[in-house]
């Protein structure tokens, strides 16, 4: 599979580098969330809530039915919310105030079916339970007077078809003395006349008796509606007030700070996991070590930053060229572990460090030591081991690179360079023809269990420059720990696949060939071995021997 393969199957959005991204921006949201609890006590302290009545009003509905769930109720809260009871309690109240901003300062809560709960702000305790009073009265001064009004439209309604009927009777009676003085009546017809005077008298007679019973009205309605809860005053508790304020003042901090720490990751786009920071470095993840401590865990942090070192030590030991270590984010880590390496290597061989790396006191560091910090200008002492310090970071000059080492160990700290910037950190390396050995990832996440090693070919991690292919042992002339064997010149291979053409081809020292004595064709790193090269071995991995299987 291709890069652009494998990018076209990346998702938008990496649920767990954004989780991953989020957590490490804690210091955000907790900040956020730290300073809407603030903000909400001091609101709570400085801004209290008025004084607050409450009252509450037993409802009777004459329509009331054990099935009904609430609908009435949500009508009278739903009234009692409107300009005209708000208008109503002003005038009881001989107030000014317009209607419409009284509504603001009240509030109604159907507590159950029939009983009705009023909130009302004052000015003061006085004022909130006069307000309360006015509207409760209000309230009950209108729904019985719409209940009456109700019965007595009723009753109007059956008089007026009462009225109507006996117009109709009196009617239907002129028919019949009519008919009756005639000298041969129509039975049929006598009989129709009958029928209907009848039927008109029930229904007058059905019209009073309704007509009676709706003047009555609702008085069950008009008894039972009242006032169940006289107006009283809230009580009030800064405490639980500023409790609760800060409480809410939390949530919404908190929310907020999750939120910008959520967009702030998706778009700085700033790779935080292993996999993510040697896929665009094009190297691979060799170590790791924590973020400095600042008052504790100092001795643990130590024990660490030596472990690395040690890892260091054994992959450039049989290296007779210069290292340069290149900060991204971590200075001090990178200055400190550039010294324990010197420490170490300076117990067989005179080590130099050529310190270019600006605010990171390489110099207060070594003091005491074994070790020389010098220049980049200055001369090399014979048999003396260089390790550079530098800098990778925005405003690096890249020509100097190839000052400090021939190839480079970066130090990088995980979230603090974007992908682009990665980017051009590979690209200017593989135009100064400067090998990555590897990366040491500096503060990386602790629930961050990603695979950063690159598997592509053999510039990557320690399987390149560990590759040779095994060989008759033969006597060899003594030589120091650290010489290389001579072989030929270096020839130029691909640091990265064909299909990142951003990349340029870099310059590294190839595996020594197998004597004539034992041919054999070499597979390339992109190539299997022939079945029949089985058994013999190639140069893709290195032979595992006491030296370097640790550092593998």
């Known amino acids: 599979m291709t890069t652009a393969e494998k990018e076209k199957t990346e998702p938008l959005i990496d649920l767990q580098r954004l989780v991953v991204s989020v957590r490490r921006r804690r210091r955000l949201w907790l900040a956020t969330a730290l300073a809407g609890l603030i903000a909400g006590g001091l609101v709570a302290m400085f801004l209290p809530s008025p004084p607050t009545a409450v009252a509450k009003i037993l409802v009777v509905h004459a329509d009331d039915s054990p099935s009904d769930s609430g609908t009435l109720m949500e009508t009278d809260v739903a009234v009692l919310e409107t300009t005209k009871i708000a208008g109503d309690a002003l005038k009881k109240l001989n107030s000014t105030q317009p209607p419409e901003e009284f509504l603001k300062d009240y509030a109604a809560l159907g507590v159950t079916n029939n009983v009705l709960q009023v909130t009302v702000k004052g000015k003061d305790d006085a004022d909130a339970i006069a307000r309360a009073q006015a509207l409760s009265d209000a309230f009950i001064a209108e729904y019985v007077a719409r209940n009456q009004a109700g019965a007595a439209a009723e009753q109007k309604a059956l008089l007026d078809q009462r009225n109507q009927a006996q117009t109709e009777l009196g009617t239907i009676q002129n028919d019949i003395v009519v008919e009756e003085a005639k000298r041969n009546p129509n039975p049929a017809q006598l009989e129709r006349l009958y029928s209907r005077r009848a039927?008109?008298?029930?229904?007058?007679?059905?019209?009073?008796?309704?007509?009676?019973?709706?003047?009555?009205?609702?008085?069950?309605?008009?008894?039972?509606?009242?006032?169940?809860?006289?107006?009283?005053?809230?009580?009030?508790?800064?405490?639980?007030?500023?409790?609760?304020?800060?409480?809410?003042?939390?949530?919404?901090?908190?929310?907020?700070?999750?939120?910008?720490?959520?967009?702030?990751?998706?778009?700085?786009?700033?790779?935080?996991?292993?996999?993510?920071?040697?896929?665009?470095?094009?190297?691979?993840?060799?170590?790791?070590?924590?973020?400095?401590?600042?008052?504790?865990?100092?001795?643990?942090?130590?024990?660490?930053?030596?472990?690395?070192?040690?890892?260091?030590?054994?992959?450039?030991?049989?290296?007779?060229?210069?290292?340069?270590?290149?900060d991204l984010g971590a200075r001090t880590t990178t200055a400190a572990l550039a010294v324990d390496i010197a420490n170490e290597l300076a117990e067989r061989a005179p080590v130099a460090l050529v310190d270019e790396l600006p605010r990171a006191g390489l110099r207060e560091l070594a003091t005491g030591g074994k070790i020389r910090v010098l220049d980049r200008d200055e001369p090399k002492v014979s048999g003396e081991r260089r390790i550079g310090v530098g800098s990778i970071e925005p405003g690096t000059a890249w020509t100097d690179l190839e000052h400090l080492g021939a190839e480079a160990i970066l130090v990088v700290r995980a979230g603090q360079a974007n992908t682009e910037w990665l980017h051009t950190v590979a690209r200017q390396l593989a135009e100064r023809r400067i090998p990555i050995v590897g990366v040491v990832l500096v503060d990386p996440d602790p629930r961050d269990h990603t695979d950063g090693t690159l598997w592509d070919g053999l510039h990557t991690a320690l399987r390149g420059r560990a590759a040779e292919p095994a060989r008759t042992p033969e006597p060899v002339p003594a030589r120091r720990p650290h010489a290389r064997p001579a072989g030929p010149p270096p020839k130029p291979v691909e640091m990265f696949s064909d299909d990142e053409p951003t990349v340029r081809r870099l310059a590294v020292a190839p595996p020594e060939p197998a004597p004539k004595t034992a041919p054999r064709r070499t597979p390339t790193p992109y190539k299997r071995a022939a079945e029949n090269d089985a058994d013999q071995p190639t140069t893709r991995f290195a032979p595992v021997t006491q030296d370097n299987a640790e550092a593998l």
């Open 199 to 326: 039927e008109l008298t029930s229904k007058i007679s059905d019209y009073d008796g309704r007509a009676q019973e709706a003047g009555i009205g609702t008085p069950k309605v008009g008894a039972g509606t009242q006032i169940v809860d006289a107006p009283r005053m809230l009580p009030k508790s800064l405490l639980k007030s500023a409790g609760t304020a800060a409480g809410i003042g939390l949530v919404l901090g908190l929310l907020a700070g999750l939120v910008l720490a959520a967009i702030g990751s998706v778009v700085k786009d700033r790779p935080v996991l292993r996999r993510e920071i040697s896929r665009h470095l094009g190297a691979s993840v060799i170590a790791q070590l924590p973020k400095p401590p600042r008052w504790f865990r100092k001795r643990r942090a130590l024990e660490e930053r030596e472990r690395v070192a040690r890892t260091l030590i054994r992959t450039i030991r049989e290296d007779d060229g210069t290292v340069s270590l290149l």
